[in-house]
């Protein structure tokens, strides 16, 4: 069970897609990048709303797009499922015929297909809005209903769109920790493409990050994260990101270390800041800042106008620095040193 | 009355809050209004004149007269059955015109508002020269099945169509170019096949289009006279509808021709209201 | 087929008002009538006029330059209607008395009403008469296609006399607005038979349509008379043009046309 994908789409003399993509079964791919990058073009040419200028798709060894050959599987006979970035829910269907149209399209009786689709709705978490209209509906509500409609009919790749896109703040954290969860019991392929590198790295367990139709790094999210290889990257997938076990503004981390946060929480929950929060002292820094933490230098990689220092301690963290403090700090791989961060930096968001 | 109050509202400023909201729906300025009014009255005026110039002492007389009710019933049913050949032709030509990308779809369009710009009359003859008894399909109609549309009822309900159809194609072709076709393609990913995303998806997605389209077609070919009385003649009970009734009560009661001219209007009001109630608020709104 | 197109102009040209067609006229004639009318005038005729009166035309703005004849063609009590609503207009030229008494009595005559010419009805067939029409008995017959004028205008009431004269029943499929819609469906085959004026057959292609002449024992005949209007913008050039129609010329003219000049 696996997706194989070189993708080759011209659009006209301004942009072509080119992109290579492996998955195994129950994996999450994230592709990564700003708008323009060629991600959506890359799910649409998955999805087959998109034919191939050139390469191939082949899913479980079934092969979906061939341009050399002139094979196409069209889009309703692709097993695969797309929540669409705006979700798009037909507005004049219910919430439950929404989610009953893949199987009533797939032949099954009405009857049957409302069953299983209220089954859904109620796996993710809104069965009490089965005869809601799209457009009452709130974001969030909606979001449930287009991930429902997309997996309801068992699809063995699943193409999400900047899912959480069109949510507020508030709404996402709670949609991005459900959706995790039904990414990870999800048995096929998911490909995620997203602008936002929170997202990519809560989601995602492998990343491709795009830039003008092509991959420029990939990875794991901590490997990209930690090893960017430009200042695009450097710039996109910078975050620091934990987990831990919160009591108030405490947050004890998996990995070791503990961290003093400005909101208060409890349970299991995500912690994440930018590297460009994160300063660097030669000694211990006398300061208002709640955390400050002995570090020392793992690595340093430079991209023009940022250095990004790699730092093992409790926690490990990514900073970001002008290369003109690195030469002020001296470092090079070794060097002790202080790590100093405000707990105001810190998001935490439920696991 | 409700602009003028709305219009006055701004310079109360205390009573803004409360009324904003009207004032926002109502709150159109005067080179608009102006121009809106004359454009009613230009519309409405002539009616006012038909409605004064009836003969109302012997209304009822008149309309009781079997020969009224006779033209009445031809043209509702006509009217209806050439709105219900435009909706199963008309939909997917439109369909066709919006979502083909064949080369010369822009003259396709234009042709299929010929028959706005062609004079009824002519309109009536070009059918007649290719539908009639002699015409170039209509001898083998004729040869083959016995069949002519001409002087039948079929014939009103076929010149009907033809005047009327532009007005479902437009409106359609205007919806679905206006739809927003992601749709579409939520329905492919979701397998469902063009034919049922055509069905379930796009119609109810163009549906107040359509609606209006349909209404359009129905009120024209209601009141269509020159396509008709040159097809499919004149002859009450089998074509005389309404307006050719009207038009030949002109030439030597012009009182039975205003009342006749009423009738078609009360009842085409009536159907077009209640129609627009049941059936194109609800997906409009 | 050669003259169709012009020929369904002109039937269309009877329900679109004001549709001025372009007469391609007849040759002209010498003449010897002349006056010093002058100016344009505006003359409401009867739509079987049309071919006869397009060639009047030319005769008289050659006699007349510096006259310019506007025509209205339309049914006779289409033209009644719009004058007494006050359309301007020089000239009347009625295709039935009953119209022209109506233009009378709302005091709308500049004078007195002249007939000037006189039309019969005629059988019309298409050419060859493939149902073997022969005479107004065949009009009765349900298995025929017939075609008549409507009873509301004057060809459909003279029609009427005619039958009752003949003691037939007539048997139409359709009933039309005017003579020439009549003619329209006899040339282009789509009914067996018509009953038109003998000027419309005259005016009509010789390849297309033929006329049968009705039994003198049941022919009606339909006067057509002839006024200056009261409220005459030009009401001098108007009275030339009634001369001129009236003179051994202008009857030659509708002679050719069919009419007949043996009235009054």
New interface residues.
Partial sequence: MSLHAELTVDRGARFTLNLGLTAESGETIGLLGPNGAGKSTALRAL???LALSSGRIELDGQVLDDAAADEFV?????P???V?QDY?L????SALDNVA??LR??GMDRRSARQRAQTWLRRVGIGDHARSRPRALSGGQAQRVALA??LV?DPRLL?LDEPLAALDASTRIEVRSELRHHLADYPGTTVLVTHDPLDAMVLADRLLVLEGGHVVQQGTPTEVAHHPRSDYVAQLVGVNLYRGTSRGTTVDLTTGGTLTTATRSDGDVLVAFGPTAVSLHRTQPDSSARNTWPVQVHSLEGHGTITRVQLTGHPDVLADITPAAVTDLDLEPGTPLWAELKATEIRTYPA | MTTTQARATPARPQARSRRSRARRAGGLPAVLVLPALAGLAFLIVPLAGLIVAAPWPTLLERLADPAVLGALRLSLVAASAATVVCLVCGVPLAWVLARSELPGMRVVRALVTVPLVLPPVVGGVALLLVLGRNGLIGQYLEAWFGFSLPFTTAGVIVAEAFVAMPFLVISVDGALRGADRRYEEAAATLGASRWLTFRRVTLPLVAPGIAAGAVLCWARALGEFGATITFAGNFPGETQTMPLAVYLALQTDPDAAIVLSLVLFAVSVMVLASLRDKWISPNAA | MRRRPGRLLGAGSVLLLGLAGCGDGGAGTQREWQSSASGDITVFAAASLTEAFKEIEQAFEEANPGADLQFNFAGSSTLSRQINQGAPADVFASASPKQMQKVVDADNAGGDPTVFVANKLQIVVPEGNPANVTGLADLGKQELDIALCAEEVPCGDLSQTVFEAAGITPSPDTLEQDVKAVLTKVTLGETDAGLVYRTDVAAADEAEVDGIDLPAAVEAVNEYPIVTLAEAPNAETGQAFVDYVLSDEGKAVLEDYGFGTDVG
Avoid: C
């Fill in positions: 999805a087959g709303l069209p889009p309703e006979r692709r695969a499922g797309v669409f798009l037909f507005p004049h269907l149209f893949g399209a797939r409609r997309a009919t193409l």
